[in-house]
Each structure stands twice: as C-alpha cells, then as structure tokens.
C-alpha cells in the first residue's frame, strides 16, 4: 500500500478536483455534465449545505482521489468517489471510503447509499468487497445509463422501547 494523506478539501483544491471529475467523466464513471472550476467551487465550498463533505487524497504533494458526499436524515449520500488510474488498486479508494464512513458516523448516519452506473463491473465489485449490497435499480437516467443503488448499514436503528 503506498503511503497517503487523506484531508478535507480546500477550495484551492477546486482547479484539481474539477479536473479529476472530468477525467471520471470521460471514462464513463461520472454523468457527463462537468461544473466549471467556478461552479464546482462555489457548489463546494461557497454555497454547500450543511451535511456535504469532501476529501482529497494526496500522495507526495499530488492529489490523486477525491469522495464527496451529503448526509441527509440519518443517511450518508457518497455522491462521488474517483481515483486516477495509475493509483488504483493500493488501498486508495479503501481509505477515502472509509474516511467517509467515519464522518458519518461521528455525525449519527446510520447508513450510506451511493449510485454507480450498472456497467462499471470494477467499481460494483469494489464496493461489494465494502461491504455495500444493491438496494435499487434505474433503468436509463437522463444520459440513458442504468443505475445501480447500494447501501451498507453503519449502525442498527434502536428501537424504541414500549
């Protein structure tokens, strides 16, 4: 596993991160509408909800991942998680997820939900290895992809006593 940072981003981290997403778009990860540097910085750090996060992860000075999420009623939303290529498959995406897993939970979440296209074979598997099962499915979104819905409970609901 190569040593990395994982930290919550900044917003001069913006130039890098709209970057990062359009290449996830252009291999089909991401929808393909991208925000401008702008855009993503003023949705991101400017005017974001309570309840959005977002990480970076850095290896030697280099952003290579970034996870962005939004929780909402007990429910951590994973809106997006990429990692560059040639950084894949050493244990990055595993820390970014887990990173988030830990945010929600320190916020009472007792669940997480994230969406990935229904072709993306290597990201399916990734998030089964987490943990996560398919809870619902979209047939063509307005990109005409089909989706795929999948969650993992982080803590059981108590239940009330009567």
Do not use: W
Not at 14 to 27: N, P
Not at 109 to 123: I, P, Q, S
Request: net charge positive; with cysteine; aromatic share 10%.
């Amino acid at each position: 596993m190569i040593r990395n940072t994982i930290r919550k981003a900044s917003p001069e981290d913006a130039f890098v991160i709209v970057d990062i997403i359009r290449a996830a778009a252009q291999e089909n990860a991401f929808h393909s509408r991208v925000l401008s540097v702008k855009e993503f910085r003023e949705f991101a750090f400017e005017k974001s909800r309570e309840g959005y996060n977002i990480f970076v992860c850095k290896i030697r000075g280099t952003i290579v991942g970034y996870i962005d999420s939004r929780m909402r009623m007990g429910v951590g939303h994973i809106l997006g998680l990429y990692v560059k290529p040639t950084y894949r498959r050493k244990g990055i995406g595993r820390n970014l997820m887990e990173t988030m897993v830990k945010e929600f939970k320190k916020k009472g979440c007792h669940k997480t939900r994230l969406e990935v296209f229904a072709n993306n074979d290597g990201a399916i598997d990734f998030y089964n290895r987490l943990g996560f099962v398919q809870e619902g499915y979209f047939r063509e979104d307005e990109e005409k992809k089909d989706t795929i819905v999948m969650s993992k409970v982080l803590t059981e609901k108590r239940k009330q006593e009567s």
